[in-house]
């Protein structure tokens, strides 16, 4: 074996045909492209969904509903999620920044305490909003509530 009779492994090369490359190439003129429309001029990219003139399935399909741009989006915690809290980390107040400390709240989200369990320490929360079975729950315990 010697420099002048290397090859590369049999399948591990992949010759590409170049395209408008001239007649002798067999893949000039029209470099595949067929002969006339927009497909073949350069310069072409069609719009996404777009089905060839057929109305697209985005404009064929109804609409209907209403997104109302100014809702807020609050995340539910509920009480027995704060108890769970509160027994495994020895919390001396519910806020959202113990919220996201402890995994329950995204950076940019709000939070609503929800009624669901029952709390068994006296406890502060402050929260952006609270449902009136949580404020009551949190209030019978000597607890209290703030708004945010």
Known sequence: ????????AKGSVKRQRRIG????SGYGGTATR???????????????GFEGGQMPLQRRVPKYGFNNINRKEYKAVNLDVI?????RKDVSEINPEVLRENGL????????ILGRGELNAKINVKAHRFSASAKAGIEAKGGDCTEI
Do not use: F
């Open 83 to 87: 108890q769970e809290l509160i027994d």
């Open 105 to 112: 709240l995204g950076n940019r989200e709000q939070v609503k």
């Open 1 to 8: 074996m010697s420099l002048n009779n290397l090859t590369p």
């Open 34 to 48: 067929g002969h006339n429309g927009a497909k073949s001029r350069s310069g072409y990219s069609k719009k996404i």
């Open 21 to 24: 490359r001239g007649e002798g």
